[in-house]
């Protein structure tokens, strides 16, 4: 084997000061990445070494390492392609929903929404509130009072008001669940 016997490490180390930059620069130029160039080379160097006893004892170390190298390198790439089209695959995806939400935004008619039925259901269900759950809720919600000044007006604690509120919202989402989704 030139280069290296099968138990020099001397030979070894000839080699790799020997060849090391000339195997970076060989990697480096399809990886890219000097960092990933050297843990390819050096990866190289040590399959070699785990593997040399297995070697005819006439074979080319440099040409071995430089395969080694080649391979490394090509697992290194493929593995790249593999990640950038799971990535082409995942963007393609998302481009996918935000066009789906862009459409069923542009085909959402909000007049709907605000329909005179739909009116009339928030009238009904408000309505049928408790006396003290619907002036709560009217107070929040159609004159802009907060949680203190509504629990200072009417003598309440703060957790009543927000009971109260949450009340009157869960009736109206249990009125409006047909609504809710219309668009």
């Not at 490490?9 to 930059?21: H, I, Q, S, V, W």
């Not at 990933?36 to 297995?54: G, K, L, P, Q």
């Not at 090509?74 to 996918?96: F, V």
């Not at 009238?123 to 509504?150: G, M, W």
């Amino acid at each position: 084997m030139s280069g290296a016997s099968n138990d020099n490490t001397a030979g070894l180390n000839e080699l790799y000061r020997k060849y090391n930059d000339r195997f970076v620069r060989f990697a480096k130029t399809y990886v890219v990445q000097k960092e990933t160039a050297e843990d390819i080379v050096m990866e190289s160097f040590m399959c070699y070494w785990e593997n040399r006893r297995h070697l005819a004892p006439n074979s080319n170390a440099p040409a071995y390492i430089t395969t080694l190298i080649k391979n490394k390198c090509l697992n290194h790439l493929r593995h790249l392609r593999t990640q950038q089209e799971i990535e082409r695959y995942i963007t393609s995806l998302e481009l996918w929903e935000l066009e789906l939400k862009i459409a069923t935004l542009e085909a959402c008619n909000p007049e709907k929404l605000f329909s005179e039925e739909v009116q009339q259901l928030i009238d009904k269900t408000l309505a049928a509130l408790p006396p003290k759950t619907h002036d709560v809720f009217l107070r929040s919600r159609y004159h802009d009072q907060s949680h203190r000044e509504i629990s200072q007006s009417l003598g309440l604690s703060e957790k009543s008001v927000e009971y109260h509120i949450t009340k009157a919202l869960k009736l109206l989402r249990t009125a409006l669940k047909d609504y809710a989704s219309s668009c």
